[in-house]
């Protein structure tokens, strides 16, 4: 029931996921719903709107789709939720009802960033934890260096620490305390710390996961997305701003549509909510039917592959 | 003697400024500076590098262009200082020699960022202060104000508080309680708060000044210089892809040259440390000659506009 296209979106997303071999059951209110094609529905009569506020909606609507769905994960009737909706009430949801890993102190969003060319950068913490410890920064990443491995087959990920420059000096108290848990190797053997990295490398293939408290990954992300946006924008006002330019515009579809597609936030599904007990995807509130597609799928494979107890081998190996 | 590509395009970008009718005093190793082209020259022996620790290379170097630099516009021999060199350097030896103005809690790092087709957003603090009070992001907000009006002629700038999201209760405890200060009218009549903003929103003309930590300021900045270079080479490999879009390059030439000049960190000259009783310009380490003119005409301008002397007023406003 949850984002901007809802539910119309996110039921022909279903449904084209459920064509392509990914089962999935929808939760929400069945008459809004409409026609659901013959997939599986989980009634129920709430929804938690966009500007709701997290922690009190989830208190309150109990018949929630978001609760519901989170139920179905923890009573083993799915093996994975997706949700475009709220993202403060979709972790509440999932946090609650599914509960956090053993050993694990916060949840963390782990959000790919696009590099064309290679495998996504894994940002984390992109936003659910706007004020963090060394310790939990130090979970993010053996968290971020298993999801890495699951979804995108990074045998040894690097893993930075995202702060002001490169050396280990730089930084806030909490970069600079995280810098030296990491390089002393608090993580285990499973995390290879590179050190520091800088805003400007995320989008490079010079590091696979990066490190930082929700607050600053929030930030990020939201200026990548700005930024992005931004660029996109200004070469289409160039291709389309005299006759001689939109002809020459045609000859360079075929060269920039790749990597439109590949910048496209929609292609990768989502981010994942890593740490509580169950599979929990975050998709945009935006979310086309093909990102709710691909959410399903990479909600399918973390399953599949056993992300959640490759999680808790990752924070209980030191 | 600083930059990447000193002391050759700094005495270049110096003799193009003197000839527009901008006067420059060179401050440094009269051997290496060379031809000075009729410049007077200030002798300086010791030259702080690029990875000279700022503290300890302005305790040990006392005969460094930079702190030469300083201490010619405390003297009152230059009205403001130009470097391209170690940007910790250059705020130390801004700070030591020239001092705070009265009632500045932390000098902070004033970017210009770029807006294309509309005037810049000031970021502040760009890199400054790793670590913040809500009472210094407060100063900076009257700071900046002070120099959106005087650098881009901005009557009423709109200052936005970067955060995780629009209501005044998300984001991390510096930002909260910011927000509480600046909303309660704290940085007083002269600084038009207009709420928290989102780091997609810093390259739009949505706010004109952006106040943050400087460790999450430098983050944006790196991150936008990031996202802006990998646009840039990603559109310039669409174009050389293929016969067809070489060809078609050169007709998108004319419509994709003022938006590259616009985006090139050299057009705005760099960034200002504001909270100094002097004028100090940090520029960008690959300073060309051109950026160099440019800083030193901002350099000239906030002078002649008595930019030191708003900042005390607004500082002093509350």
Redesign the interface.
């Known amino acids: 029931m949850g984002g901007d296209k809802a539910p119309a979106e996110i039921v022909a997303g279903a449904l084209q996921a459920a064509e392509a071999g990914l089962p999935v059951i929808l939760v929400g209110d069945p008459d809004r719903i409409g026609d659901a094609g013959g997939l599986e529905v989980i009634p129920a009569s709430e929804v938690i709107e966009m500007h709701d506020d997290p922690a009190k909606a989830v208190r309150s609507k109990k018949d929630s789709s978001l609760l519901r769905a989170a139920e179905a994960v923890r009573d083993g009737r799915a093996s994975a939720m997706v949700s475009a909706g709220n993202t403060g009430a979709t972790m509440a949801s999932a946090l609650f009802r599914m509960g956090r890993i053993s050993g694990v102190a916060r949840p963390a969003i782990a959000t790919p960033i696009p590099v064309?060319g290679s495998t996504p950068t894994i940002l984390i913490d992109a936003?659910a934890n706007?004020?963090c410890s060394p310790a939990w920064l130090v979970q993010f990443a053996q968290m971020g260096s298993a999801f890495a491995r699951q979804r995108f087959g990074i045998a040894e990920p690097r893993v930075g620490l995202?702060?002001?420059g490169e050396e280990p000096g730089?930084?806030?108290?909490l970069?600079k305390e995280t810098h030296a848990l990491l390089a002393a190797g608090e993580a285990g053997p499973a995390v290879s710390f590179m050190g520091n990295v800088?805003?400007?490398?995320?989008?490079?293939d010079s590091v696979d996961v990066v490190v930082t408290?929700?607050?600053?990954g929030?930030?990020?992300?939201?200026?990548?997305?700005?930024?992005?946006?931004?660029?996109f924008n200004?070469?289409l006002?160039?291709?389309g701003?005299?006759d001689?330019?939109r002809?020459?515009?045609?000859?360079?579809m075929?060269?920039?549509m790749p990597?439109a597609s590949e910048l496209d936030p929609d292609t990768y599904g989502g981010a994942v909510l890593l740490g509580v007990d169950g599979v929990c995807i975050i998709s945009h509130g935006s979310s086309s039917a093909r990102a709710i597609v691909n959410a399903v799928r990479v909600g399918h494979q973390a399953a599949a592959a056993g992300l959640v107890d490759q999680l808790r081998s990752a924070v209980a190996a030191t």
């Not at 730089?170 to 108290?173: A, E, F, I, Q, Y």
């Not at 408290?213 to 600053?216: E, I, P």
């Open positions: 064309p936003g706007a004020e995202l702060s002001i730089k930084g806030n108290p970069a800088e805003g400007r490398d995320v989008m490079t408290d929700g607050f600053t929030n930030v990020v992300l939201k200026t990548l997305e700005g930024a992005m946006r931004f660029a200004a070469v006002e160039a291709l701003s005299t001689e330019s002809a020459a515009s045609e000859a360079l075929p060269a920039l990597l």
